[in-house]
């Protein structure tokens, strides 16, 4: 059974920061062979790609998070990680972590952008 738990989230003002996690579980299950991204989804709005990360590495933002957003793993950990900085009240959601190509998902972590 393949678990997949975000954590991370919470009240942040605008301009600031927070990183979320992806804790991966599963005895047949290792990043270091999977494609990851992390979704969001905005109250009221559809469920959409923030950033995906390949197998070797390779990035892709949305424009709406580039230059603020950074996606990582430790795949010793089995984990994954979105940097986010300067965040911005249209970044409330709850963010997803998928792994790419299966029907895995987290259950999400809330980020609230607001002052």
């Known amino acids: 059974q393949v678990q997949l738990v975000e954590s991370g989230g919470g009240l942040v003002q605008p301009g600031g920061s927070l990183r979320l996690s992806c804790a991966a579980s599963?005895?047949?299950?290792?990043?270091?062979?999977?494609?990851m991204a992390w979704f969001r989804q905005a109250p009221g709005k559809q469920r959409e790609l923030v950033v995906l990360?390949?197998?070797?590495?390779?990035?892709n933002y949305a424009d709406s998070v580039k230059g603020r957003f950074t996606i990582s793993r430790d795949n010793a950990k089995n984990t994954l990680y979105l940097q986010m900085n300067s965040l911005k009240p249209e970044d409330t959601a709850v963010y997803y972590c998928?792994?790419?190509?299966?029907?895995?998902w987290g259950k999400g972590t809330l980020v609230t952008v607001s002052s």
């Open positions: 599963g005895s047949i299950f290792s990043l270091n062979n999977m494609g």
């Open positions: 990360i390949t197998s070797g590495g390779n990035t």
């Open positions: 998928h792994a790419l190509g299966s029907l895995y």
